[in-house]
C-alpha cells in the first residue's frame, strides 16, 4: 500500500465511526474490520498516535453498541495469562455489564480443541504462531500482538545459579531441568528455542538440553497442581526438578507462593522472548470485539503490565 492509501484510510478512520442505529450492520462491521487491520500493520502493539487513534476510535463505536449480550463471552487464553486476564474479565464485565467465561490452558491444546470444534469467542495465545494457524483456516482474525513475555529460570534454593552461569548449571548432568511440552504449550517451544541458541554458543547444548529436559507441564497427560496452587510453584516444592525454565511472569508468581525459590534471568546470548497473539472468532458478536478492544486499551495493558507483561500501550511513568 503507497502512502497516499496510507493517508485516505488514516483520514477515514478520523471521521466520526458510524453507529448501528444510524446505518446498516454489514456497512458498521465493515468500517471496524478496516480499523483492525490497520492497527495490524505494525504487529498489533499501539507504538504511535495512529494506534491510538484507532483504538479511540473502536472503543467510540463499539460504544454504541448494546451492554448486554444474549450469550457469555467466551474467552480462552494462554495458562500464563491467567491472573491478568482474569483480572482483565472482571473490570470489563464491570464495565460493560458483559458477562465474560474463561477457559485457561496450554495454548496449543486450546488451539486443537478450538479447531475441533469447541466455542470461542476471543482466544488469547502465548504465541502467534497458534492463533495465526486458527486464522489461516479461517476461523477468525486478524491476528494482532498485544503482549510480551520473556523466558526466566526458576532454581530450588540450594541450586548456585547466576545469570552468568546458568548455561553450565544447565548443563550439568546432575542438575534436573524442567520445562513444559512443547508443541502443546509454547513455553515447552520457547525452551527448546533457547536450547538452539546455546548450541551455537557450546556445540552440543541442544543435544544434551533436549535430552535431559523433563516435561513436566502444558501436556494433555501433565499433572495438574491442586486447586489454588501456582503450578510452577506446585510442581518445584514438590521437588520435581532443581530448575525449571518458564515464563517470567509465571516464575514470579511462583515465588510468591513458594519464597525458597529464586528466579534467574536468562542471560542475553540465550534469551527468548515470547510474542502473544489475540483473534476474534469470525461471526462473533459486536460485545466479543469490544472484549478484544478493551485487552488492548490502556487499562487493558495496564493491568497485563501489573502482572509482568511487557506492553506497549500505557502511559510512561504509570
Given at each position: 500500500m503507497d502512502n497516499a492509501d496510507e493517508e485516505r484510510d488514516e483520514a477515514i478512520l478520523r471521521a466520526s465511526p458510524p453507529r448501528?442505529?444510524?446505518i446498516d450492520d454489514r456497512v458498521a462491521f465493515r468500517w471496524m474490520e478496516t480499523a483492525i487491520s490497520f492497527l495490524k500493520k505494525e504487529g498489533g502493539m499501539m507504538k504511535n498516535y495512529s494506534h491510538r487513534l484507532v483504538i479511540s476510535a473502536l472503543f467510540f463505536f463499539l460504544s454504541s453498541l448494546s451492554a448486554s449480550a444474549a450469550e457469555p463471552l467466551k474467552l480462552h487464553a494462554a495458562g500464563s495469562l491467567k491472573a491478568a486476564l482474569s483480572e482483565v474479565a472482571v473490570s470489563f464485565?464491570?464495565?460493560y455489564k458483559?458477562?465474560?467465561v474463561t477457559k485457561f490452558g496450554p495454548s496449543g491444546l486450546l488451539t486443537t480443541a478450538i479447531a475441533d470444534g469447541e466455542t470461542a469467542d476471543v482466544f488469547a495465545s502465548a504465541n502467534m504462531a497458534h492463533p495465526e494457524k486458527l486464522a489461516a483456516n479461517g476461523w477468525g482474525g486478524p491476528v494482532v500482538l498485544f503482549a510480551r513475555n520473556q523466558l526466566c529460570a526458576l532454581a530450588q534454593s540450594d541450586i548456585s545459579a547466576t545469570t552468568d552461569n546458568l548455561l553450565d548449571t544447565l548443563m550439568d548432568k546432575n542438575v534436573r531441568l524442567g520445562t513444559s511440552t512443547p508443541k502443546a504449550?509454547?513455553?515447552?517451544?520457547y525452551a527448546w528455542a533457547l536450547f538452539q541458541k546455546a548450541d551455537a554458543i557450546q556445540k552440543g547444548s541442544f543435544a544434551t538440553l533436549s535430552g535431559k529436559a523433563l516435561q513436566l507441564?502444558?501436556?494433555p497427560t501433565s499433572v495438574k497442581a491442586?486447586?489454588?496452587r501456582n503450578q510452577y510453584g506446585w510442581v518445584m516444592d514438590e521437588n520435581k526438578a532443581d530448575v525449571f525454565l518458564t515464563y517470567c511472569t509465571n516464575a514470579v508468581s511462583a515465588q510468591k507462593e513458594v519464597?525458597?525459590?529464586k528466579v534467574i534471568s536468562i542471560p542475553e546470548n540465550i534469551s527468548v522472548g515470547a510474542d502473544y497473539g489475540l483473534l476474534v472468532r469470525n461471526g462473533a458478536s459486536p460485545e466479543a470485539w469490544r472484549l478484544a478492544m478493551y485487552i488492548l486499551s490502556a487499562e487493558g495493558q495496564k493491568i497485563l503490565k501489573k502482572y509482568g507483561f511487557e506492553t506497549a500501550a500505557v502511559e510512561k511513568g504509570e
Amino acid at each position: 500500500m503507497d502512502n497516499a492509501d496510507e493517508e485516505r484510510d488514516e483520514a477515514i478512520l478520523r471521521a466520526s465511526p458510524p453507529r448501528l442505529q444510524q446505518i446498516d450492520d454489514r456497512v458498521a462491521f465493515r468500517w471496524m474490520e478496516t480499523a483492525i487491520s490497520f492497527l495490524k500493520k505494525e504487529g498489533g502493539m499501539m507504538k504511535n498516535y495512529s494506534h491510538r487513534l484507532v483504538i479511540s476510535a473502536l472503543f467510540f463505536f463499539l460504544s454504541s453498541l448494546s451492554a448486554s449480550a444474549a450469550e457469555p463471552l467466551k474467552l480462552h487464553a494462554a495458562g500464563s495469562l491467567k491472573a491478568a486476564l482474569s483480572e482483565v474479565a472482571v473490570s470489563f464485565e464491570n464495565t460493560y455489564k458483559t458477562k465474560v467465561v474463561t477457559k485457561f490452558g496450554p495454548s496449543g491444546l486450546l488451539t486443537t480443541a478450538i479447531a475441533d470444534g469447541e466455542t470461542a469467542d476471543v482466544f488469547a495465545s502465548a504465541n502467534m504462531a497458534h492463533p495465526e494457524k486458527l486464522a489461516a483456516n479461517g476461523w477468525g482474525g486478524p491476528v494482532v500482538l498485544f503482549a510480551r513475555n520473556q523466558l526466566c529460570a526458576l532454581a530450588q534454593s540450594d541450586i548456585s545459579a547466576t545469570t552468568d552461569n546458568l548455561l553450565d548449571t544447565l548443563m550439568d548432568k546432575n542438575v534436573r531441568l524442567g520445562t513444559s511440552t512443547p508443541k502443546a504449550d509454547p513455553s515447552g517451544d520457547y525452551a527448546w528455542a533457547l536450547f538452539q541458541k546455546a548450541d551455537a554458543i557450546q556445540k552440543g547444548s541442544f543435544a544434551t538440553l533436549s535430552g535431559k529436559a523433563l516435561q513436566l507441564t502444558g501436556g494433555p497427560t501433565s499433572v495438574k497442581a491442586p486447586e489454588g496452587r501456582n503450578q510452577y510453584g506446585w510442581v518445584m516444592d514438590e521437588n520435581k526438578a532443581d530448575v525449571f525454565l518458564t515464563y517470567c511472569t509465571n516464575a514470579v508468581s511462583a515465588q510468591k507462593e513458594v519464597q525458597s525459590l529464586k528466579v534467574i534471568s536468562i542471560p542475553e546470548n540465550i534469551s527468548v522472548g515470547a510474542d502473544y497473539g489475540l483473534l476474534v472468532r469470525n461471526g462473533a458478536s459486536p460485545e466479543a470485539w469490544r472484549l478484544a478492544m478493551y485487552i488492548l486499551s490502556a487499562e487493558g495493558q495496564k493491568i497485563l503490565k501489573k502482572y509482568g507483561f511487557e506492553t506497549a500501550a500505557v502511559e510512561k511513568g504509570e
